[in-house]
Structure formats: structure tokens, C-alpha cells
């Protein structure tokens, strides 16, 4: 790939509509500490997709990985956001899950968390933010290559289980009066 087309690339339409949610994720999740249940819950209903869509519509980037990256965000980064959406999730954070990898195995049930999912994409998303804020154009590519990489073997899936669980967190006509001593069920 020549200059022009890697910047044609890094710097293209999707890939900046991409950045653009990726910051409000990022940012929103950075300032949730104490928001209420139902607003928190209602705007990653509305982040969470688009972060979705602008992931699959990113280009793909040809890498040798040479300027791939170190992670950005710190384990203390991660633990806070970890910590700020499970206070505001309580015990419907945790959630027992049946997932049905193929027809002729049985059944795997699981515990799985609202907090570490949101917390895992965050990891991915702001690592990538954090070196298009350097603006190292080599580097750019590679992390474009990391994100896209990412989401396709695991943080794609970690947002389709978190919409799953927001929903039925956000519209249960019942999730006011719910009390916070029991964990829910899927």
C-alpha cells in the first residue's frame, strides 16, 4: 500500500465515524460514576450498537504488525471502569447465561458480567484511541488492524451479550421494584 492509500485509509470516512463513537463510549463510561441505572442503561443501548456498526464497517489494513502497539490502558484504568459499572449495575451485573455453541453438544451455562464486558471493550477501543491520539500514521494502521482483530474474535460478541442483558435490565417493567439482593437469569 502506497502513502496516499494508507492515509486514504487511516484517515478515511468509516474509520473517522469509527473513532467518533469510539470516543463517546469511551468518554461516557470515564464519567458514569453514580449515574442512575436506567440512564446508564438506556445510552449503552445507544452506543453499544452504533460502536457495533462502525466496527464492521472498518477497512480492512494489510500488516506485518511491525508498529503494533503496547496497550494503553492500565489495569487500574480497567478495574475502574470494571468497579464504576458494576456499582451501577448492583447484582443485575451478573448473569447466568445457556449459550448453545453447536446443536449436537449439550448446553454450556455460565456466569458472565455486564461490567467486565462494557470493561473489556473499552480496553480494546481506548487502547486504539490512544495511538490515533498520537497520530504516528505507522502505528495508526497496526492499531487499526488490532481493533478490527479484536473485535471479530471477542469484544463483537462481548457487546451483542451486553445489549442482551441491557435490554432486559432497561425495559423489565419490573426492574425498579427488583431487589438488588439476587443476581437475574437469562
Known sequence: MNATEHKKTIYGRDVLEFVTVAIEYCAFLEKSQGRPKSDFTGTMLKLLPLLYVKAQLLPKVETDGTFLPNGKVTEDDYNYILRTVYDIMGNADQ???????????????????????????????????????????EC??????????????????????????????????SSDEEDDTTPYYD
Request: hydrophobic share 40%.
Open 140 to 173: 495508526m494502521a497496526d492499531a487499526l488492524w488490532a481493533v478490527q482483530e479484536s473485535f471479530e474474535t471477542y469484544w463483537g460478541t462481548a457487546v451483542v451479550d451486553a445489549l442482551k442483558r441491557l435490554h432486559k435490565i432497561h425495559y423489565s417493567a
Open 95 to 137: 448473569y447466568l447465561d445457556v449459550s448453545y455453541e453447536d446443536e449436537m453438544e449439550t448446553d454450556e451455562t455460565q456466569w458472565k458480567s455486564v461490567s467486565e464486558h462494557l470493561a473489556d471493550i473499552y480496553q480494546s477501543v481506548r487502547n486504539f484511541l490512544a495511538v490515533y491520539q498520537d497520530g504516528v500514521e
